[in-house]
């Protein structure tokens, strides 16, 4: 079951484009948990997607290789700090209240969201973050497993400086 959530949530991320311009939760099965077999689909995937894990309050337990290459902390540096190192100052607090509302009800929140690595590097990745339950259904951790989506936004940077300009040529005649 995909929920839209509130309008608030969605305006945050407005600057996403049209296409990107708000957040989803999808109902999660307590019955699923963090197995072998999910783990080895975690492996495949350690390549391409930039993972990390928190406990419960949100600090970090794991950081794969590409999540330390993308933010330029060395993975010492990121283990039991919260996942806050990286939160970008312009992401209205609502956003963030909006995601642990979604996950601790045991619920995947998805959104684009920029970020900022060490030295104030910006990223921006497609996110997605849900709650591992262990057997008995309690949450026991989250995992966030994000998508580098750079090169979108600059292409949905480019198409708005081009419509202003093209706005402003217009007006201007």
Excluded at 68 to 87: D, N, Y
Excluded at 109 to 126: A, E
């Amino acid at each position: 079951m995909i929920n839209v959530k509130s309008p608030a949530a969605a305006r945050a991320y407005s600057y996403a484009g049209p296409k990107h311009a708000g957040v989803s939760g999808i109902q999660k099965d307590p019955a699923m948990s963090y197995t072998p077999d999910n783990a080895q689909l975690l492996n495949a995937m350690q390549n391409v997607m930039v993972i990390s894990t928190t406990d419960l309050q949100g600090n970090i337990t794991y950081a794969n290789d590409l999540f330390c290459t993308l933010t330029g902390f060395a993975r010492e540096e990121l283990i039991g700090q919260p996942h806050s190192i990286v939160r970008h100052p312009d992401v209205p607090k609502a956003v963030y209240k909006d995601m642990w509302d979604t996950i601790k009800a045991g619920k995947t929140w998805t959104g684009i969201v920029p970020n900022l690595g060490k030295g104030g590097v910006l990223y921006v990745v497609d996110t997605t973050v849900q709650p591992l339950f262990d057997a008995e259904g309690n949450i026991t951790s989250y995992i966030s497993i994000r998508r580098v989506v750079n090169d979108l936004m600059q292409n949905y940077d480019l198409v708005e400086f081009s419509k202003e300009k093209f706005d402003d040529f217009y007006e201007a005649a």
